[in-house]
């Protein structure tokens, strides 16, 4: 039913009871009222009745009416458009296809956006609850430990720094347990097949400037009158000539091997000839000079053939011969550069690297040797200036440079020929030292042990190949028993000069004792 029809019948309903109620009540009382009241509103209801069937039926044909002419305008419509629809249809379509693709996409995105934007809001509003609360933490931290944030920052980092400290040394323990097992054997089997392959009489040289006499006369006729002819050998050659009472010998003295043979050569030129005076001498040793010079050219073109190197500068071929004349602790130096250049060729073939390479940068790492008595600086640096000189491959000069330490090496050339030469220096019987040297050695080595905390004593074995460091049990633990053994190896690396390798070996012992009584 129709809505205006129910408000005309409430209308007429209100108005009947109203003008009833207000009537009746004062003449009749409360009970007529009600009775009139009761009739009146059945009346009405009658009356209401009759008047929503009669609104139903005037709203059906109004209705009917309306749809008739809505139908008949409709028609007409449709037959209008109709032709248009037609011919928008397929170019609807394909909006309506790009619309609803484009739409979807923009509802993704917006929602995407709104996620977005709750998260952020969301995150923003944690960490300002965080920082809330993390102040609120720190003041009561504060309050409870009596002691200002820093100073907590202070002994926080005390005590995870002395965590952390033992979980390296035991981390690094790990790892270097690890790397044993896998590193060692390989090294190993390398370095024995590189000393297989290359195997030869150690041969322990030395320099002996002595020269034999036929007898002791030719003593005082070497001397000459007034001293004149051992002048002119001293001074011609830069010798000293030792004539003792030694029987049959004369020593010749100089810190430079080359003139110490020199000086050799021309005596012993002088004492076949017989002829002992100014004029000879300056012949024996101009004979002797040029002997010594073909002497060590030949060497180096020798020590260039056996290893198959080429292309050397002329001068610097000379200067490999003079390692000839030169020796460390005993050993040949140009013996010893050939045997590093050797081992560095062989296992760089086995590596795959460039051996020929190594072999020159094996050959050439002592370079500086030869001329170590003329030049200032060590070695290591003589030998760098002369192999940039003479235009040598930068990873022959860092060979060189880095073959005891004083520089990284940065190729795998250079890792090569430290091992090579190592491994020929540490060879027995291929190097002697001093008694003297060999004794401060071996005080530095102990000294050098016992300069760090919770060392109780130090003793080197095995004529200094060996350190053995006893500690305090209570200052030092197992775990700082590997450090410290990391740290005097470094030291003794960097403080002491030796030949071959020094094993560092920490021992820590505890004792619990009880009597019984």
């Known amino acids: ?62 209705t009917y009416e309306m749809k008739a002419e809505a139908d008949k305008e409709i028609k007409e419509k449709k037959a209008e458009v109709a032709q248009m629809e037609n011919k928008l249809l397929q170019r609807e379509q394909g909006i309506d296809k790009r619309d609803i693709a484009l739409q979807g996409k923009e ?27 993390f102040d609120q933490i720190i003041k009561e931290l504060e309050k ?68 034999a006499l036929p007898s002791d006369d030719l003593k005082g006729r070497i001397i000459g009158r007034e001293g004149r002819n051992i002048r002119t050998l001293e001074q011609k050659i830069g010798v000293d000539l030792i ?22 050569l021309a005596l012993e030129y002088l004492i076949k000839d017989g002829r002992i005076q100014p004029g000879k001498i300056e012949e024996a040793v101009d004979k002797a000079t040029q002997e010594v010079n073909e002497s060590t050219r030949l060497a180096g073109e020798e020590a260039m053939f056996k290893l198959g190197i080429n292309k050397i500068n002329k001068e610097l071929v000379n200067t490999i011969g003079r390692l000839k004349y030169r020796t460390s602790y005993g050993q040949n130096v140009l013996q010893h550069s050939i045997q590093v250049a050797y081992l560095a060729g062989i296992m760089a073939a086995e590596l795959g690297v460039d051996q020929y390479l190594a072999r020159r940068a094996g050959l050439l790492h002592d370079l500086g040797k030869a001329v170590d008595f003329e030049m200032e600086g060590s ?87 060996e350190i053995r460091v006893m500690v ?14 990391r740290d005097i190896r470094e030291k003794i690396e960097n403080e002491l000069t030796y030949p071959g390798q020094i094993k560092v070996t920490v021992i820590r012992e505890t004792r619990a004792t009880e009597i019984a009584k």
């Open 379 to 465: 070695h290591v640096d003589i030998g760098v200036r002369l192999a940039k000189k003479y235009g040598e491959r930068p990873e022959v000069i860092n060979a060189i440079a880095s073959h005891h330490g004083d520089v990284p090496a940065n190729n795998v050339i250079s890792n090569l020929v430290a091992a090579a030469d190592t491994l020929s220096a540490a060879r027995p019987g291929a190097r002697s030292e001093s008694l003297e040297n060999y004794i401060q050695r071996i005080e530095k080595l102990e000294q050098i042990s016992k300069e760090f905390e919770g060392v109780s004593n130090a003793y080197a074995i095995q004529a200094g190949r």
């Open 107 to 133: 509802d993704i995105l917006d929602q995407k956006n709104e996620q977005l934007s709750k998260r952020s809001k969301e995150l923003d509003k944690r960490e300002q609850d965080l920082e809330v609360k």
């Open 472 to 485: 305090v049990p209570s200052v030092v633990d197992d775990i700082k028993s590997f450090k410290l053994a």
């Open 243 to 264: 004539i003792d009472d030694t029987p049959e010998v004369i020593t010749v003295s100089c810190f430079d091997p080359i003139r110490r043979e020199t000086a050799r």
């Open 1 to 62: 039913m129709p809505w205006p029809v129910w408000l005309a019948i409430g209308l007429v309903l209100g108005i009947i009871l109203g003008i009833l109620f207000m009537r009746l009540k004062p003449v009749f009382g409360l009970k007529e009222a009600e009775k009139k009241v009761q009739k009146a509103v059945k009346d009405a209801k009658a009356q209401a009745e009759q008047i929503v069937r009669t609104a139903q039926l005037d709203a059906k044909t109004l």
């Open 144 to 211: 409870v430990s009596a002691m200002t944030q820093q100073e907590a920052k202070q002994v926080l980092f005390e005590r995870v720094q002395e965590k952390i400290a033992g979980e390296i040394a035991s981390y690094i323990k790990t790892q270097e347990e690890e790397a044993k097992d896998k590193v060692v054997e390989k090294a190993r089997n390398l370095l024995g097949l590189a000393v297989q392959k290359y195997s030869q009489e150690v041969a322990c040289e030395k320099t002996i400037s002595v020269v």
